[in-house]
């Protein structure tokens, strides 16, 4: 048993979707957290006052609500020593609560990158990410960080519109809803795949190019005669045909231990130049709340979402 109190937690898009009853196998509400251990069980690999963020991939036996002043989590040694992430006390915790969708963008990356070498593409192509949300942001500053040329494409100007003006990413990045050129590559990254959006990272693609569906997905789903939400749980890899191009379709999901330590790396470290992730994503934090409010703004949010990062804190801050 390890006890853990809460200093950040993120909302994540799919926090909302459990409020709505509409997302489908996980069920890990509040679990983007960055924490004080206060208590735990001899044997377990962590300590009184270590600080810690979540990895809530880890099958453990029992976890309290993450949006509380305490957590509790129960497994064995190994499972919460997985479980548990170890973050230096140097990270200020509203950098440090981006650790986790970091973490899925990372292996997003990874991901990108098996299957284009399995493809015999280019990893320095171009790549294009549907979607300006914090996955599709998240991403993209990931393959901007490893010299990717990448560019991101909305529907809407609003989301593209805050990245700008929170200085994200430099401009050239963030390109737009229209008049985007075709693609070997796309990311699919809003928070569900709906049609229309998985037509329009197709509409994206050269013939012969690759989709890769992070989005969220519905079991039974389909694309070309592929259950697509299988092959994203499962990264799996299919050729198909869509209005008689040759295309791939690959999946990811989730992340590794490796993806953990590489997003700390990302958000402690320099990369292109004068840009840094780490302060990016500070910039993107647009609403602190108490878990009084989060109880009340959350629910009201479900459907549309926050502009931005919103974090609870569901302590008094303390002072650097």
């Known amino acids: 048993m390890v006890v853990i109190a809460p200093q950040r937690i993120g909302v994540c ?69 997985d479980a548990l992430v170890p973050v230096p006390r140097t990270m200020g915790v509203d950098r440090a609560v981006f650790t986790e969708p970091l973490a899925c963008a990372c292996h997003c990356i990874e991901r990108l990158h098996t299957v284009t070498d399995e493809l015999g593409m280019d990893r320095q192509g171009p790549v294009a990410v549907v979607g300006a949300g914090m996955a599709g942001a998240l991403i993209a500053a990931g393959l901007h960080a490893s010299h990717v040329p990448v560019t ?26 229209d008049g985007s050129p075709l693609f070997s590559r796309t990311v699919l990254a809003t928070a569900y795949a709906e049609p229309a959006q998985i037509r329009q990272a197709l509409d994206l ?34 050729h198909v045909r869509v209005d008689g191009r040759p295309l791939a379709i690959a999946g990811t999901h989730g992340a590794l231990r490796t993806d953990f330590e590489h997003a700390l790396q990302l958000l402690n470290r320099a990369a292109n130049g004068e840009w840094r992730l780490g302060p990016a994503v500070e910039r993107l934090v ?35």
């Open 13 to 81: 898009r799919s926090d909302l979707r459990e409020l709505r009853s509409d997302r489908h196998q996980r069920r890990d509400f509040g679990h983007e957290i960055v924490a004080d251990v206060v208590a735990a069980t001899k044997g377990v690999a962590v300590s009184v006052g270590q600080r810690v963020v979540l990895d809530p991939h880890p099958q453990l036996h029992t976890r309290t609500s993450g949006f509380g002043q305490l957590v509790e989590l129960s497994g064995t040694p190994d499972l919460l020593r």
């Open 205 to 238: 693609l050269l013939p012969g190019g690759l989709l890769l569906l992070f989005a969220g997905t519905r079991p039974g789903m389909e694309l070309a005669g592929v259950d697509i939400d299988d092959l994203r749980r499962r990264e799996r890899l299919a």
């Open 286 to 320: 647009t609403r602190r709340m108490t878990l009084a409010q989060a109880a009340r703004l959350l629910p009201e949010h479900a459907d549309r979402g926050f502009l931005g990062k919103p974090v609870v804190v569901p302590t008094p801050r303390r002072r650097p």
């Open 152 to 177: 991101v494409v909305n529907r809407g100007h609003e989301r593209l519109d805050f990245l700008r003006r929170r200085e994200f990413l430099p401009n050239p990045v963030l390109g737009g809803p």
